[in-house]
């Protein structure tokens, strides 16, 4: 079964769920490690005037739908592991949606190549407009980043 394929059944599910007004997908990954198929759900939950927290009752609640859907409808052919979580507090950002929400935020961008001897970046995300990242660094000045050239950009985790 193709990954994308996958990820638009699940797409489809998740918006005849009864509860799906609560609840917005971010990604879906369908992956081998070591071995092993997992299948893995973020989702966000909704909640008036913005985002809210995934709780385990949550992603519960989701895992036994989809996991009931996925008998059904069986369209994994291999074992795997089904897993739902939250995207977490270091999620990738990667689409338009993503970069205006976090517009403001801390990010850190992984880059395949480096800038001032490092590949890391670490700044402000300002937004993402015709294939280029603008993020304003810890001196205030802003740098424009292609997105060929970045390899990875997450929310920062700062305490």
Known sequence: MAKKKIAEYIEQWMAEFE?????EIHRTEFV?????WYLRV????????????MST?????????LSDKLDEEDPISQ???????SPGMDRPLITDKDFTRFAGEQVEIKLYEAIDGSKLLLGVLVGRSEGVVTVTDPKGKEIALPEEKI???????VF
């Open 32 to 36: 081998k490690e070591a071995g092993d």
């Open 42 to 53: 973020f989702i966000d939950k909704l909640e008036e005037g913005g985002y809210g927290v």
């Open 79 to 85: 074992n795997y592991v089904l897993e739902v979580s």
């Open 57 to 65: 009752d949550d992603c519960e609640l989701i895992s036994r739908y």
């Open 151 to 157: 390899a990875k950009i997450n929310l920062a985790v």
């Open 19 to 23: 509860h799906a007004s609560d609840y």
